[in-house]
């Protein structure tokens, strides 16, 4: 019998785990389906059927989640439909047992499901709130209201505690989804979105705090007092406690939405509620912070900590967000909320049992390498949240216009206070680098630290420290309070003087300097704690008495991460210069470690390491004349034992290159040392952010040689590991072949037109690989530079350089890479004549194919470059590759569209760079041009159309530096269909419209240069998203000569060509020539008496 009831049980247990498992599998697929179908977000094609959920469909489900928050009742879809949209109701539990079914407590307890529910509300309120579903919100907070005055009313019946548990749980379920629908909607950024959660808060947060935050705090806050009055900890009840805590989080995590979203308009309209609740937070928080923050662990039962941690994070949280987000409104609640915070962050670094402010040792010979993984770096949330605080209040500058925030800064931050928050932040400044706990170590996975320490992998700890936040770690979050106060005007003046008090401390900086590099040891601790900069540290940051000399190095390194840190505040600061401590104390300092470092260490290279920051932060105020050489220093600390010292050493030479811009000597005295040290520590390092920093350094060292000299054997060093780097740089190391690139730009460039045709055999494989391979798309941009670079470079056209050309094709489909491919197009063509003409035809019409006509008009410019270069030196084989590749269609399109204003033409200035192809294709061969052409409208657009939108346009051909040129082509085009001329209907139209063309032909003749030396070829200059490139630009500028030499619009005479077109009109006109003249008669005397003029 008993096997029978066990195989029964386990039978139900399967079957009910499994319906969860169905019902959890429903709720997912239908958070996919309203992501995907619940509103049109205007994606996917124009006109495309969307399969989008109807409102009948939206009605059932709004209402059937709902209710399974609230009741654990579906409704079903038949049961919808019979009852139609009056069925569509919210439902509320009920007290009495008879009329709740077992199927609605599982609903109702499903935990995993109730949460997907409360994520799939939120996602349905992103969309339909504000202006659908208004009741979504009121019901949640209804439910709350009524399930808290059932739980009153059961609480004391017999037998009551499953319905409690029961009702507590539809409470949860309530609070949880309106959790999660505020958690979305918080981030909308509509006015209306603004407004709407402003009203929601002015109407509902009195409701919640009355129904959903204020029992469980008053629970709290009894249970507080009997553990008070009992002398014991907070702990009994067990699971009930923590269930309360949870909720009171959950809870608290609503109010705290409200009150961040409408901070301003609920002090404006209900300041009493506000005051409640700010009171409210100050008094939980001062009861129940120090239980948390202070020595005993006794105070709080162990299973009940991490839940009470996690609410006054939220309340503390709660806090930093008002006071950040409404400054102003937060300022009548300053002065409490100061005290508290300031208070519990010296009562986290107070005075601790000896168990918990022991740090490692790390200057014991013996301990350098060990580890402890019980000592980690202060991550503890509170004291982030306390630092973040106060650096918000002590950097808003507003409260230094209102009187009482004023009134209350000045009286919370003393002179006294001041000088002791900064002596604690700096000392808490490089508790990273010989860590230590400053918080309880608890199972809380919010407390756990992922940092690494130097000693063990001082490679992951340069990044791990270059990338802190102050949200993460209490060390940055320090830093930020004390730039706060040096910036504040209630604090700088104490702050500023304060610490110039320490830079000025020679003797005690040489005696940190000596025990680091070993040249002092066995110096009694009294003696060092007498040199202390900062006196005795606080007990919790101390090493103890056994490693006083680690405590000497910690503060001077805190120092001088200060003084990196406020670099620009002190260059203001009367009586401080960088230049003058490093002459006096810092180069000696460091220049005595450099020469140090070369023997064993016995002791992590702290102050060498941050002494080499502090001159990348001064990088503009270093004296790199000194004595001490910056530079020399640096390249030495680049071959240092240490890599984390080498990168900072990196970092800091690039910072300082810009100094020796105008020192071609001392670059060059760098880069022979430097270049093999930065491959060897290429070679060390394993993080690809550590490799690309050496081969950036690299490259730039060989940028600015451009007055100095490198041999040939330097660069051979430099140039051959690029390729085995190249080769070697896979998977995550993909992005070094960016850096390889670069280099080998920057050498080219280096090396000149004579030289660079050397690295062909090594660059242009590695360009074509760029452009072949699709893992390589990320160095389409870098290996475009470079192509563009080397073709600037050469001097003849060379079939190895061509064949890159054909690649042009895929890359002209992205428009992203528009400008430069554009520029490398036209100068191939200019460069390589009629023999690239030849090979790439093909190539250049469909490159051409693919651009023109799609682009906006900033790239249109762009294209034209290409287009005039073709035409122009090839005028008769360029007009028909345009032709036979369908772009002088696209174009003759283009000007149609723009002639009859069909609302989707091109502004005039593309048009006038189409008109000016067109014409220089009609100049070279008068048929190739297809006219007349028939639009789509049924419009067509002929030859006398044609003409008319040239002389129209004439005005506007003018703008611009090239427009001169541009308005003698049209002048020489409208001159070409005079007679004699091939096409008869042109011929007429010309004549019909002589008085426009003839004052044209006068405009153009009086101000044109009778040499054309005024006439400017067509060019466009660097947009402000394209990187200028000045290499082989004299160069570059004689192709230009040359091509313009051969341009018909330059080499033409236009009043030559004026005097024979008219002297020959009265052969070809014969008897109509009396009568053209008599209609014409004023324009043409004028004309005449310019060609006189000019030829006179």
């Known amino acids: ?641 240490d890599v984390c010292v080498r990168l900072t050493a990196v970092q800091a030479m690039d910072a300082l290159l810009p100094q020796c811009e105008d020192a071609p000597s001392l670059l060059q005295s760098i880069v022979e040392p430097t270049a093999p040290a930065l491959y060897q520590l290429v070679n060390e390092c394993a993080e690809v952010e550590s490799r690309s920093s050496c081969l950036d350094l690299l490259s730039n060292l060989i940028c600015m040689q451009t007055g100095g000299s490198l041999t040939n054997e330097i660069l051979n060093t430099i140039v051959a590991p690029l390729s085995s780097i190249w080769d070697n740089a896979i998977d995550q190391n993909l992005r070094l072949k960016r850096s390889v690139l670069t280099i080998l730009s920057c050498i080219a460039s280096f090396v000149g037109p004579e030289s660079c045709s050397v690295l062909y055999p090594l660059v242009l494989p590695m360009i074509d690989e760029s452009f072949a391979r699709e893992e390589n798309v990320f160095l389409v941009e870098e290996a475009l530079k470079i192509w563009w670079v080397f073709l600037r470079l050469s001097r003849k056209y060379d079939s190895l350089l061509g064949k890159l050309f054909i690649h042009t094709v895929e890359l002209s489909k992205d428009f992203d890479h528009l400008m430069i491919l554009m520029r490398v197009t036209e100068h191939y063509i200019i460069l390589g004549g009629a023999t690239f003409l030849n090979d790439h035809a093909t190539t250049i019409q469909s490159v051409l194919s693919h651009v023109v006509g799609e682009v906006r008009p900033r790239g249109t410019a762009y294209i034209f470059l290409v287009i005039e270069a073709l035409l122009c030196s090839f005028p008769v084989e360029g007009g028909a590759l345009l032709n036979s590749c369908g772009v002088l269609k696209t174009l003759i399109e283009a000007c149609a569209s723009s002639y009859f204003d069909d609302g989707k033409c091109d502004p005039d200035r593309v048009i006038v760079l189409y008109l000016a192809a067109l014409a220089r294709v009609s100049l070279s061969r008068p048929d190739t041009l297809q006219l007349p052409l028939k639009l789509p409208s049924g419009a067509v657009f002929g030859e006398e159309e044609f003409i008319s939108l040239y002389t129209g346009k004439f005005q506007v051909a003018g703008n611009g530096a090239h427009g001169l040129l541009y308005q003698k082509l049209w002048a020489l085009l409208l001159l070409s269909f005079y007679p004699p001329c091939q096409l008869a209907s042109c011929c007429n139209t010309v004549l019909r419209k002589s008085k426009t063309i003839f004052n044209i032909f006068i405009s153009v003749l009086k101000n044109v240069h009778p040499n054309g030396t005024n006439l400017l070829s067509y060019e466009v200059g660097c947009g402000d998203d394209e990187e200028s490139i000045y290499i082989g630009e004299d160069f570059y500028d004689a192709l230009l000569q040359g091509q313009r030499a051969n341009d018909i619009v330059i080499s033409t005479s236009l009043h030559e060509a004026v005097s024979t077109k008219l002297n020959s009109l009265p052969n070809e006109l014969g008897q109509n020539y009396q009568e053209f003249c008599l209609a014409e008669n004023d324009a043409l005397r004028q004309l005449k008496e310019v060609i006189l003029s000019v030829e006179g």
């Open 1 to 641: 019998m008993d096997q029978e009831n066990e195989s029964s049980s386990a039978t139900h247990k399967a079957a009910v785990a499994a319906a969860a498992t169905m019902r959890l599998a429903a709720v997912l697929s239908l958070k996919a389906a309203i992501t995907r179908r619940w509103k049109d977000k205007g994606r996917g094609k124009v006109g495309a059927t969307k399969n989008l959920l109807g409102e009948g469909a939206k009605k059932l489900l709004r209402t059937s989640m709902l209710n399974l928050v609230l009741a654990g009742r579906v409704v079903a879809a038949k049961e919808s439909a019979v009852g139609g949209s009056n069925n569509h109701q919210t439902d509320f539990m009920i007290a009495n047992p008879n009329d709740i079914t077992r199927e609605q407590v599982e609903l109702i307890q499903d935990r995993a499901l109730q949460t997907n529910i409360a994520s799939l509300l939120s996602k349905i309120a992103r969309m339909d709130l504000p202006l659908m579903w208004q009741g979504l919100i009121p019901s949640l907070v209804e439910a709350v209201r009524c399930a808290q005055g059932t739980v009153y009313q059961i609480k004391h019946q017999p037998q009551s505690k499953q319905m409690q548990q029961l009702f507590q749980a539809v409470i949860y379920n309530a609070m949880n989804s309106l959790e999660a629908i505020l958690s979305e909607i918080s981030t909308q950024r509509l006015l209306v979105d603004k407004k709407y959660r402003n009203s929601i808060a002015l109407q509902y947060l009195g409701s919640i705090v009355e129904s959903g935050l204020m029992p469980p705090f008053q629970e709290l806050e009894s249970l507080g007092n009997t553990a008070s009055n009992n002398n014991g900890m907070m702990g009994g009840g067990g699971e009930c406690i923590a269930f309360t805590l949870r909720y009171a989080t959950l809870t608290s995590r609503v109010v705290s939405h409200m009150m961040i979203s409408s901070f301003s308009k609920l002090v404006e309209e209900k300041s009493l509620l506000v005051d409640r609740i700010l009171t409210l937070t100050h008094s939980f928080l001062s009861r129940w912070l120090p239980c948390i923050l202070g020595d005993s662990d006794d105070a709080v039962h162990v299973t009940l900590r991490k839940p009470l941690k996690q609410l006054l994070r939220v309340h503390c949280d709660l806090i930093v967000d008002l006071q950040s987000s409404h400054p102003e409104s937060f300022a009548r609640y300053l002065t409490p909320f100061l005290t508290l915070f300031h208070s519990s962050l010296m009562c986290i670094v107070g005075v601790p049992e000896q168990k918990r402010c022991q740090r490692r040792n790390v200057a014991n010979n013996n301990d350098l390498g060990a580890n402890n993984s019980n000592l980690r770096c202060g991550t503890d949330r509170f004291a982030i949240a306390f630092l973040s605080f106060l650096a918000n209040v002590a950097g808003t500058s507003k409260y230094a216009d209102l009187v009482n925030a004023k009134r209350e800064m000045a009286s919370f931050f003393t002179p006294s206070l001041v000088q002791s928050l900064s002596r604690t932040l700096l000392q808490l400044f490089s508790i990273h680098i010989s860590p230590i706990q400053i918080g309880h170590n608890d199972d809380d996975d919010d407390s756990e630290y992922d940092a690494v320490l130097w000693q063990d992998d001082p490679e992951a700890f340069y990044h791990w420290e270059m990338n802190r936040s102050s949200e993460e770690d209490v060390g940055c979050a320090a830093q930020n309070l004390f730039l706060a106060l040096a910036e504040s005007s209630f604090s700088g003046d104490v702050v500023l003087p304060w610490l110039m008090g320490f830079v000025t401390n020679v003797v005690s900086q040489r005696l940190a300097v000596e025990l680091e590099g070993g040249i002092s040891f066995g110096i009694d601790p009294q003696i060092i704690y007498s040199a202390l900069p900062l006196g005795a540290p606080c007990a919790k940051l101390s090493s103890g008495a056994e490693n006083a000399s680690m405590d000497l190095l910690l503060q001077w390194d805190a120092i001088y991460t200060a003084a990196g840190l406020m670099g620009s505040i002190l260059e203001n600061y009367t009586g401080y210069s960088f230049q003058t401590w490093f002459r006096v104390s810092v180069g000696d300092c460091l220049s005595m470690l450099l020469r140090q470092s070369k023997q064993q260490r016995t002791q992590l290279p702290i102050l060498q390491r941050r002494m080499i920051w502090l001159l990348s932060c001064n990088a503009n105020q270093v004296p790199i004349s000194s004595p001490f050489n910056p530079f020399g220093m640096l390249s030495s600390a680049i071959l240092d034992q």
